[in-house]
Each structure stands twice: as structure tokens, then as C-alpha cells.
């Protein structure tokens, strides 16, 4: 079963049960996918590759022949309540464990910014992992995610058999629509209390005032740019927002909007690939940023930081994986990251991660209580 956002203007859900097959492979392996994609030009409106790609580029995907669409978060909510299994939460004794402690996440940031004095890297993103004993219906998760997850309209569910992905993204990695081509990177997070705690004003008009984080995501928007000049034409791209705030469960976040019109030299498939991974999960240069993140980082990240989403005949769309709940037999596992550049303190890069697992841990905490 997959859920998946549309992320354009007729916002939504796209729904799959089955898949009749799936196409699955490493990052040399898209030419099989590209030939599929050309398949679908006459093929059901409604049809679709729909799956996931990890860090590493391998990828997952199903062909749904017939995709339903809900516009509406509470029709989908409705019928995946049906779908949901009739039985207790599992009272199961856990804790989370770190996988990198809070001293080991501040050395690992301290040797990311000798990286960055020595000029190998602008900015680079660091990640820990999360994990936990696990029993209960991953879909009570999607369900969680879609009654709480203000702002978050990269909601995604990923069953591909060995695996499940539970993902309440708040970033788009890219959507393309005919050749249009937009992504909208994050860079920049506060803590987000109740409604009427007066730290949210403190802490919004930090986020805006600071210098850090602005850099952090100019460097980012301007990679982005980069990647899309690849294989867009040539003048087309623009950045039509940048430093807008947005407003999430327990975070604020600043974004920027990135747009291009793909060359008619290039498809769906090359735009993807000309930006995969995501600028805002790698680091600026991202070669480097991605051989660093493999040498500082004490795990691999598999599906944390690739992407979900689905291509189509005429339109794509793919969700960045972070906040992302992966599930394999009796094991959940996550990972937060945060971005590092020269001015970063080591102890509230780590308090930022802190920050960002709130919403995953009570998710987790709601559905195995």
C-alpha cells in the first residue's frame, strides 16, 4: 500500500493498494525506470510509478495501474481509518536509543567544521539515529501524522514487503508539472511550543534575525539553482521565495522556492537525477558534503534523506525523506539531522535534532502506548 502527496496546485493524496509489479535497482540502473516512464504517455491517467529511493540511489518503485486521489485530508482519513486493523495499541516496554550520544554528535560537528576552516565545505548536514523495539500496524502512524501533523503536506506511507516507511516530511524535494520544475529546500528551525507560550514570538523572531541560519540557507538555495541549471533552459531559473517562515508541529522552519522549465533535451528522470540527493540534506559542495557525511556519521542513512514520491506521464513529485519512520520486522527506527556551517555551536546543533525528534517520538510513543 502507498501514500504519497501531489504537492501541486490541486493538492492531495494519491492512494495505491497493489502494485501489479516493481521496478527496483542502484543508482546505474535508471534506464529501466526511464523506459517504463516513457511507457506510461498512454497509459491510464490515473497510473503511476510510485516508491522510494534511499541516500545511496537505490531505488524502490511499484506500478500502479489506478491511483485514487483525495483532495481532502479528512476523506483520506476517513477511509484509511477502515483500512486501519481493530485491534488494542501494543503495551510494549521500550526506550529510545541513540545511536550518537551528545558528545559524540558535538565531536562529529567539531570535525565538520575543521572541514569547513580548511575549505572543503560551506555547509554541511550531520544526522544521528534513533531507534526502538517495535510492535503494532504501521498504519496507525500515517493516521497520527495526518490528525497532527499541521503544515506537513509531505505526508508519505511506503509498504514495499520487507520494509515499511512512515514519512511526515515538511519539505518538498521536487515537483514537475508538464516541464515546470520547482523544490523548495529547509534550512533553519526554532522550537514551536503550545499556541500560547510567549517564547514562540522569541523564538520566530530569532530564527528570523539569524545571521547563521540565513547563510545556511542562501548557501543551499544557491546549490539548488545550481543543480536545476543542469538541465533546465537557460535563464529560466528563479528564486520566487526566499526566507519565507513556516509553521510545523513542535518547529518553525525558513524555506526558499526555487522554479526552472526543464530543456526539451531532458525528461522527468534526468531532473531528478540532477538533483538527488537534496542540497538541503548534503551540504554545499554536495560531492564533498555527501564523502564527508559517509566518513563523520557512524551509520548509514539508507531511506533517511532520499526520497518518496511518484512519476507519472506528465508530472512528478517527490517528497524529501526526513522525518521519516522506517519499519523492519520488529524494529522502527528514524534519524535527525542538523546543518552545520563555521558559526555552529556543537551542544545547540545537537539540542536542534532534540528539537526535531518531539513529533516522531510522540507519534511513536501515541501508537505503541
Known amino acids: 500500500m502507498v501514500v504519497v502527496p501531489t504537492w501541486n496546485k490541486y493538492k492531495g493524496f494519491y492512494y495505491g493498494q497493489k502494485p501489479i509489479f516493481s521496478i527496483h535497482g542502484n543508482s546505474t540502473d535508471w534506464g529501466g525506470v526511464k523506459s ?15 516508491g522510494h529511493v534511499d ?4 531505488f524502490w518503485f511499484g506500478f500502479y495501474p489506478q491511483l485514487l486521489f483525495f483532495k481532502d485530508r479528512l476523506e483520506l482519513l476517513g477511509f484509511l481509518r477502515t483500512k486501519l486493523k481493530s485491534q488494542p495499541k501494543f503495551s510494549v ?24 576552516s580548511s575549505g572543503d565545505i560551506y555547509v ?17 502512524l500515517l493516521v497520527f501524522f495526518l490528525e497532527e501533523g499541521e503544515g506537513l503536506e509531505g ?4 509498504d514495499d514487503g520487507p520494509k515499511t516507511l512512515v514519512c511526515a516530511s515538511p519539505e518538498l524535494f521536487l515537483s514537475i508539472e508538464g516541464t515546470k520544475l520547482i523544490s523548495k529546500p529547509i534550512k533553519g528551525t526554532r522550537p514551536r511550543c ?14 528570523i534575525k539569524s545571521e547563521k541560519e540565513k547563510a545556511e540557507l542562501l548557501m543551499i538555495t544557491d546549490l539548488v539553482r545550481n543543480d536545476f541549471g543542469k538541465v533546465c533552459v537557460y535563464g529560466s531559473v528563479k528564486v520566487s521565495q526566499l526566507r519565507r517562515v513556516t509553521m510545523h508541529p513542535h518547529l518553525y522552519h525558513m ?8 530543456s526539451p533535451h531532458y525528461d522527468s528522470i534526468d531532473a531528478f537525477l540532477a538533483n538527488f540527493p537534496g542540497g538541503s540534506v548534503t551540504g554545499t559542495p554536495k560531492k564533498r558534503a555527501i564523502e564527508l557525511i559517509k566518513e563523520l ?13 511518484y512519476f507519472k506521464a506528465e508530472k512528478a513529485a517527490f517528497t524529501m525523506a526526513i522525518r521519516l519512520v522506517e519499519i523492519e520486522g520488529q524494529r522502527a527506527s528514524f534519524h535527525v539531522g542538523s546543518g552545520i556551517t563555521f558559526d555552529s555551536d556543537p551542544y545547540a546543533e545537537y539540542e536542534e535534532t532534540e528539537q526535531k525528534a518531539i513529533f516522531i517520538k510522540t507519534a511513536l510513543e501515541n501508537c505503541l502506548k
Not at 55 to 58: I, L, V, Y
Not at 124 to 140: F, H, T, V, Y
Open 124 to 140: 554541511i548536514n550531520l544526522a544521528r539515529k534513533i531507534e526502538l523495539p517495535w510492535q503494532g500496524d504501521p498504519l496507525s
Open 297 to 309: 556519521e557512524n551509520l548509514p542513512r539508507r531511506n533517511y534523506s532520499g526520497a518518496i514520491g
Open 255 to 262: 524555506h526558499s522556492k526555487i522554479e526552472g522549465i526543464i
Open 194 to 207: 503550545n499556541r500560547k507560550d510567549p517564547a514562540n514570538s522569541k523564538n520566530l523572531v530569532d530564527l
Open 93 to 116: 516496554p521500550f526506550s529510545f536509543i541513540s545511536h550518537t550520544d551528545k558528545q559524540e554528535y558535538a565531536s562529529m560537528v567539531l570535525r565538520a567544521k575543521d572541514y569547513i
Open 36 to 50: 517504463f516512464l516513457g511507457e506510461l504517455q498512454n497509459a491510464e491517467k490515473n497510473s503511476g510509478l510510485v
Open 55 to 58: 541516500f545511496e540511489g537505490n
Open 155 to 158: 505526508i508519505c506511507y511506503i
